[in-house]
């Protein structure tokens, strides 16, 4: 039986790439989107360990409840930092940085990004700016919190607060030219034949990130400026003193910061749709439900920001409508959640280390987003703002969610980036170690935060000192699971099993060349004679077991007829059934 | 599909429904609840920790089942079926979710009013003048004066607004309306729907600073560091803060509202249960924000009597050594709930360069403030 990926492989022996790339230009100012993509990843990695190192320093002041392990003034620094870092200088860079300029030009079947130079630019802003973010701990680190809300970010250290409103005005400036690079890569650059409705699931995500960062991050640039005014020259933007109002620097913040968590977010919700059909060997559940739902939370996370500031003086009925838009966006993002569920169902699921990170996301993001629908709930979070339950709920889509997804995405694009496999048992050990000491270190917040722990305190109540013992032992077991997989990956990328191009028999284009791609990608054009998504297409007539379904009308069909997939190019379909209608994108 | 795997599926439906429906009502998470409306939030989280938990057992259930069933043979290399979706289970699927947050947002709309989240600015409670009870409270008015005696504008507001004509003019400018000093008034929690319209049986002024609460009681001259309110009052609680942020939370009454510097603010509540609960700072103030708390004393009406008659003596013994300046700083700081608020504020009027003389001064002008 010839299989869908088989198929694929064929159609594509032209555009197959030869020569592959050299590791010397990854330490160069290189134009090449892959190069750049590894800088990424590489150095948004090493940001996470000393976020992680951050985060363990936390975790063993909060061992016991007296204030003894550092000051509290440095406390202060040490979440204020670990915060910004594990944000600005981990997830959002990896995720749209990182993979998406390594992915989204093989993927749409370009030679590279639309804007080379300004793709390398926006990288090497990022390297110098995480330094001069460290040094501050030199100077006395910012303590304000990453929110660093006013008066209290004018009062406690002037260098520290001005070097952390640098640090994010041009990691801010990185991230807007990244979207606009994306934005027209993916516009512009798609190879002949591939609609917008036949790109991978994680192009659509991409689309809805950059737009996000397009729209939301100039909004967060404009409130540093004025921040930097009033800590600088004594103006009155924010300050109360000389009539100015900080509850206006918490709009102007959190209309960035709350589609920030969905640009770290919707990336990942993309690879975690590649992960799980290709590793369950079925196609995606609803591919254009799933595509315009990306959509759909990029629109109504733009009017969501209020409900961080349910306690800050809200008028009543902002406070309903900002509950109201916050329940609603959990819609778009439970028709996600299970068309994954459906994807996996019935599939012939490998249980590699992508796929069970893959799992392991949405479980936990799944707790996330039910913590979030609570906190959503203005009595509730009346009670439970500023709270660990806070901690707990944000640690759970950022941690459960953004990591576990970029593991994920590390184990399943390691063979096509480096062009060996990763060890699998060690990528098991790994995602056990994380998932165990992730639910210990945070699930016991969500009582703390309950019971009465405020968070941001550097000395709490005895009572709580039980659970905050388990998660500090968690946190400790945290830091140990990175460690056996950076053995595994640096082990793996020098002395690897050799990967093929298409270890995981995937149908999307990035998988149609050599491992790792030359410069440019392809030979010629790749081509779409399957779809991103056709797996099992070898076995086409069979009747497809799903409730509600009627195998000939379109708007019913669950099989290869439904309107929900995405096609092939009519052009070059490999099943006549596919040929003959409208091709995309060809002029 | 056969009918033994129907019974299993409505079997465990079953389970997974009983199972959260016991862990919504048992699952011990929150603490006490003191205040008249903290029930109705208990509630509303019961109700949503039981859907969560249905939602949550699905999830992982339909996970564990899908890694155990459906794993791969190691040497199959086929692929599974061609399903590409379908449109009547997206919409279920989107229905439902849809069915539930709305049905989520209607019960918190109704916890909330009963709360007095929408009860309407009642202007008679922030509007300066006679019966606005910062007014008539000495203490916090010298809190107020001092702060405004920082402010140009706000003086210059006040000595304009000391010919009677002028002040008739301008009876109407925006932030008069809303407050006694400059700035603007932040929404709160209100009256409840029953109390709505009606005063406040009893009114505190609670002031957060860098890392410190102050209670005053308005009519009394008493400035206290831990807040006490009798049982079963209707207490209103006016909010401001001195410097940065602060936030006033109770967990037990799961009640928060942020004190938010150069705004008046408000926070009202009825106390149902006698006890001492923590009263925390939930905004970080700096770096001692974990050591701004404090308590609140619920206590029956006799026992708050008496306790405000010992502190208003209290405070009469110290006021005079105090308003000298004699104490000293790293006392006050010790302990701010032993002292008067002269005592705890000379070393700050003392900063400034206001002299006793000038407190004296400042007394007259309480009521025009
Ligand atoms: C290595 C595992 C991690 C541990 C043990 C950890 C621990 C903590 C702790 C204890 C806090 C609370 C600090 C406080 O409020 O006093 C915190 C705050 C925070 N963490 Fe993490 N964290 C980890 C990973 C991450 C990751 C991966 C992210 C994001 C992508 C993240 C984002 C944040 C944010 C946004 C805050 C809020 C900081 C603030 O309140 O200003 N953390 N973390
Ligand atoms: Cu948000
Ligand atoms: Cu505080």
């Known amino acids: 039986m010839t299989q869908a990926a088989q198929i694929q492989e064929k159609g594509n022996q032209l555009a197959h790439g030869n020569k592959p790339g050299n590791w010397k230009e990854y330490f160069t100012f290189s134009t090449d989107h892959k190069v750049i993509g590894i800088q990424y990843l590489v150095t948004t990695f090493v940001f996470y360990l000393i976020g992680g190192v951050l985060a363990t320093l936390v975790r063993t002041e909060l061992a016991t409840p007296e204030s003894d392990f550092v000051s509290r003034e440095v406390y202060n620094g040490l979440f204020t930092v670990h915060a910004t870092v594990m944000i600005f200088l981990w997830i959002v860079p990896a995720a749209t940085g990182g993979f998406g300029n390594y992915l989204i030009p093989l993927m749409i079947g370009a030679r590279d990004m639309a804007f080379p130079r300004l793709n390398a630019l926006a990288f090497w802003i990022i390297p110098p700016t995480g330094l001069m973010l460290m040094s501050s701990f030199l100077v006395g680190a910012p303590g304000a919190g990453w929110t660093s809300y006013p008066p209290l970010s004018l009062v406690s250290g002037k260098a520290g607060e001005m070097i952390w409103i640098l640090s994010i005005l041009l990691l801010g400036t990185s991230s807007i030219l990244a979207a606009v690079n994306f934005i027209v890569t993916i516009f512009r650059m798609r190879v002949p034949g591939m609609g917008l409705n036949q790109m991978p699931l994680f192009c659509w995500a991409m689309l809805a990130t950059s737009f996000l960062a397009l729209i939301a991050t100039p909004v967060l640039a404009g409130a540093m400026i004025l921040l930097s005014f009033d800590l600088l020259i004594g ?119 992508a796929l069970l990170f893959g799992m392991g996301f949405i479980c936990l993001f799944v707790i996330g987003g039910i913590s979030g629908v609570m906190t ?212 | 599909m056969n009918i033994p795997s129907q019974i299993t599926t409505l079997l465990a439906g079953i389970i997974l429904t009983l199972i959260s429906f016991w862990y919504g009502q048992n699952h011990n998470l929150l603490p006490v609840a003191a205040s008249r409306n903290a029930a109705s939030v208990d509630n509303l989280f019961d109700a949503m920790l039981t859907i969560g938990t249905g939602i949550f057992l699905l999830v992982s259930g339909i996970l564990i089942y899908s890694a155990i069933k459906f794993r791969r043979q190691p040497d199959d290399i086929s692929d599974g079926p061609p399903v590409h979706g379908n449109i009547p289970l997206e919409i279920l699927w989107t229905a439902i979710p849809a069915i539930l ?101 009893l009114v505190i002024n609670a002031t957060g600073m860098q890392y410190a609460w102050l209670f005053t009681y308005p009519g009394t001259e008493v400035v206290a560091g831990e807040l006490h309110v009798p049982l079963d009052r209707d207490v209103l609680i006016n909010l401001s803060a001195n410097d940065v942020l602060h936030a006033f939370w109770v967990p037990e009454f799961r009640l928060k509202q942020d004190a938010v510097p150069g705004r008046q603010t408000e926070i009202r509540f009825t ?99």
């Open chain 1, 235 to 353: 103006t009155a933007f924010f300050n109360p003193t000389g009539g100015g109002d900080p509850v206006v620097y918490q709009h102007l913040f959190w209309f960035y910061s709350h589609p920030a968590v969905y640009i770290m977010i919707l990336p990942i919700f993309g690879m975690i749709s590649e992960i799980v059909s290709v590793h369950a060997r079925k196609p995606i559940f609803g591919y254009k439900a799933i595509a315009y739902s990306s959509i759909a939370i990029c629109g109504l996370g733009l009017i969501v920001w209020a409900h961080h500031m349910f306690t800050s003086g809200t008028p009543p009925w902002l406070r309903m409508f900002f509950m109201i838009t916050t329940m609603v966006i959990s819609v778009p993002t439970g028709i996600k959640i299970f068309s994954w569920l459906a994807t996996l169902w019935g599939g012939k699921l490998d249980m590699s280390s």
């Open chain 2, 271 to 369: 106390p149902t249960k006698a006890g001492e609960y923590p009263l925390i700072c939930a905004e970080l103030c700096g770096a001692y924000h974990g050591a701004m708390k404090t308590i609140v004393v619920v206590e029956p009406q006799e026992a708050y009597d008496s306790w405000l008659q010992s502190q208003q003596v209290a405070s009469a013994e110290t006021r005079d050594r105090a308003v000298a300046g004699t104490v000293h700083p790293a006392l006050i700081a010790a302990n701010p709930a032993t002292l008067t608020d002269e005592q705890y504020l000379a070393p700050y009027a003392h900063d400034m360069g206001i002299d006793a003389a000038m407190l004296d001064q400042l007394r007259p002008h309480q009521s025009h403030s």
């Open chain 1, 376 to 587: 959503a709930s203005v009595p509730f979070d009346i009670h439970v703002h500023d709270t660990y339950f806070i901690v707990a709920h944000l640690h759970y889509v950022l941690f459960g969610g953004s990591v576990f997804g970029l593991y994920g995405g590390f184990y399943h694009w390691f063979p096509k980036i480096t062009g060996r496999m990763m060890n699998e048992t060690w990528g098991k050990v790994h995602f056990w170690l994380t998932f165990i000491g992730f639910n210990l270190a945070f699930m016991p917040m969500h009582k703390l935060g309950m019971e009465g722990m405020n968070r941001r305190i550097a000395e709490y109540d005895p009572k709580f000192a039980t659970l905050n013992l388990v998660c500090t032992i968690g946190a400790y077991l945290l830091a140990v699971s990175t460690l056996p997989f950076i053995v595994n990956a640096t082990w793996s990328w020098v002395r690897g099993k050799p990967a093929g191009d298409n270890p995981w028999r995937a149908l999307t284009l990035e998988w149609m060349t050599t491992s790792p791609p030359p410069v440019e990608n392809f030979e010629v054009d790749p081509v779409l004679v399957t779809g991103p998504y056709d797996y099992g297409m070898g076995s086409r007539a069979k009747d497809v077991d799903v409730p509600f379904s009627e195998a000939d009308d379109p708007a019913l069909s669950a099989g290869p007829s439904s309107t929900l997939r995405a096609k092939p190019d009519p052009v070059v379909a490999a099943n006549p059934s596919d040929r003959g209608t409208e091709s995309h994108n060809r002029d």
């Open chain 2, 101 to 201: 947050v709305l049905g989520i947002s209607v019960y918190s709309f109704d916890v909330y009013t009963t709360q007095g989240g929408m009860d309407p600015m009642d202007h008679s409670m922030a509007h300066g003048k006679a019966h606005h009870p910062m007014a008539a409270n000495p203490g916090s008015a010298v809190a107020a004066t001092l702060v405004a005696q920082a402010d140009p504008n706000q003086q210059q507001a006040e000595s304009v607004l000391q010919d009677p004509a002028t002040n008739a003019v301008r009876e109407d400018i925006p932030q008069r309306k809303d407050a006694p000093a400059l700035g603007t008034v932040s929404p709160r929690v209100g009256a409840s729907p029953d109390n709505s319209g009606t005063p406040p049986q």
